[in-house]
């Protein structure tokens, strides 16, 4: 972010001028592209003019107008920033280079309104500029007439004792009675200042409001580092301090100092894209775009903010674009996949999301991401295009990969529940029987087997098979008592044991009541939704009601 200063310093600000002097145009272009990605720069702007005033010629009638519009480019920008004070000083002492008192006044105006560092300075050195110089030199013709009409009207209402100056011009004339024009001077000189002072008690008021903010900023500038925790936690409040408080611009000033400092923490761009979808549209973009292109292209919540924002706006061929270009850079991250996966349902395209998941699964790096993905396509598959022996064949051929996955038989337990259930007898018995014939651990079969047992009971056509299926069941049981006595001998590693290593979802896989709906925690999502965090991503953090 810096790049362009310390390229700058090297050839304009240690004094070494031959590079910037030969090559004028150049070391201009390198300035203009650091000032358009970091407008709030004051350093690169103070180095910026100095270079144009070292650079252009002084005899040209052209030179003074650029420096003046240089100066308004960068108040405008950075003049509001707390600590922009060496700008606007700078531009002030210019213009008294200049003699062009009018114009300082004019900038003092301005600068005495704007909450910044060294506010009570100001005010002391534009005191001092109207007590040395004429109204005459520093005000407008418009200006002048108006405070001398002032004054005049204030002392014809003065007193019984006060005498009306008949003589004196309502005009821009001038005064020829000595005394009556030291008087004046004097009288608008003083009134000057009074007007100015509530300015600077209001504005002394703003800054005060602000200071304990501005005081804690310990590292205004870029790096690499990590921010102190108590860094970060006054950013956040200085930021709902003055979005609560300050003006729009002022806002968008402090955003811009706040991810200059804070590139790194996607938590403060999707905080200031969030703020500008209440005042632009393209601003929002450029925020998102500046964060995801630039700062953080490797972060993924604010990738899918910014396809989920042009998704809003109805540019889905921008979303779509987004999300591959992410994915393309970060392989193997479930859930941008899969929001790549709901964007194409939502909008009608259902072979598109169809093909999606069955690319991920064929690209799996391991079996049990296959089988995540295999459940996601066949309840895709079930759920969306009611195409049950589609989904079925899924997630029977994940079975055959990973034969020790309980989610496999949940999943496939649940869409056959979902049918007619005397019609789909033999599917839901084969589908038990994969499970209690499988290779699960002894209490998980015992579990499905003890399902199995239940359907029958509840829902089965023949008793048959339930007194098979109870008799199994009682097998199971004895086979268990059979391994807790071999494992009470120290011959094997209890069965519970081995089950609690090898399948850590077992407290979640546990079937909840006669209709076989699945507990959600059995979708153990986080552990495809990690990419080197601590922490699963939780998507609602950032999606808070309005």
């Known amino acids: 972010m810096q790049g362009p200063l310390r390229f700058e310093d090297q050839d304009s600000a240690r004094g070494d001028q031959n590079i910037a002097m030969f090559y004028p145009t150049s070391t201009q272009m390198v300035y203009r592209r650091g000032l358009q990605a970091i407008p709030l720069s004051v350093d690169l702007w103070i180095h910026y003019i100095n270079f144009l005033k070292e650079t252009l010629d002084p005899a040209d009638p052209e030179t003074n107008s650029t420096i003046r519009g240089t100066y308004e480019h960068a108040v405008l920008a950075a003049g509001t920033d707390f600590r922009s004070d060496r700008l606007w000083e700078m531009y002030i002492n210019w213009e008294n280079e200049q003699g062009n ?10 600068i005495l309104g704007i909450p910044t560092q060294l506010y009570s300075h100001h005010f002391q050195r534009f005191k001092e500029h109207i007590q040395n110089n004429l109204p005459r030199e520093f005000l407008t013709t418009e200006q002048f007439v108006q405070l001398r009409r002032e004054l005049a009207s204030v002392n014809g209402h003065s007193g019984e004792d006060a005498q009306p100056d008949d003589d ?29 002072q509530e300015m600077f008690n209001h504005n002394e008021h703003e800054v005060s409001k602000r200071w304990t903010f501005e005081e804690a900023i310990k590292r205004p500038y870029f790096h690499v580092k990590p921010l102190e925790k108590i860094q970060l936690k006054n950013w956040k409040e200085y930021l709902e301090f003055e979005i609560e408080n300050g003006t729009h611009e002022r806002v968008v000033v402090l955003f811009e100092r706040c991810v200059i400092s804070c590139a790194l923490y996607e938590d403060f761009w999707i905080k200031y894209a969030k703020y500008m979808e209440n005042h632009s549209i393209e601003g929002v973009r450029h925020v998102y775009s500046r964060a995801c292109t630039i700062h953080l292209p490797k972060k993924p919540m604010v990738h899918m903010l910014w396809a989920a924002f042009e998704e809003q706006q109805g540019n889905i061929d921008e979303a ?38 069955e690319e991920a699964v064929r690209n799996a790096k391991s079996v049990s991401e296959s089988s995540f993905y295999a459940i996601k396509l066949a309840r895709h598959l079930f759920k969306v295009q009611k195409n049950l022996p589609k989904a079925r064949k899924v997630l029977s051929e994940a079975i055959e990969m990973d034969k020790e996955n309980t989610k496999l038989y949940l999943n496939l337990l649940e869409m056959e529940y979902s049918g007619d259930l005397k019609q789909n007898e033999e599917n839901i018995l084969s589908c038990f029987d994969k499970a209690v014939n499988g290779a699960l651990s002894i209490k998980m079969r015992i579990t499905f087997s003890q399902r199995k047992v239940e359907f029958l009971e509840d829902f089965g056509s023949d008793v048959k098979k339930l007194l098979d299926a109870y008799d199994e069941h009682q097998a199971l049981l004895k086979e268990q008592d059979s391994l807790k006595r071999r494992a009470e001998n120290g011959s094997e590693e209890p069965d519970e044991k081995k089950m609690l290593t090898d399948d850590p979802t077992l407290a979640s896989a546990q079937m909840m009541d006669g209709d076989m709906q699945v507990n959600q925690a059995a979708y153990n999502y986080n552990a495809w939704y990690q990419y080197n965090y601590q922490n699963a991503w939780n998507y609602g953090q950032y999606y808070h009601a309005t």
């Open 101 to 110: 008192l009018r114009e300082v006044t004019s900038i003092y105006d301005r």
């Open 168 to 196: 004196l011009p309502s005009g821009a004339e001038d005064i020829t009675d000595p005394a009556k024009l030291i008087t004046e001077i004097e009288n608008m000189r003083h009134r000057i200042i009074e007007i100015h």
């Open 320 to 357: 779509r674009r987004i999300l591959k270009t992410f994915e393309e850079c970060i392989l193997g991250l479930a859930m941008i996949r899969l929001r790549r996966v709901s964007l194409e349902r939502r909008h009608g395209n259902m072979e598109d999301a169809e093909h999606l998941l």
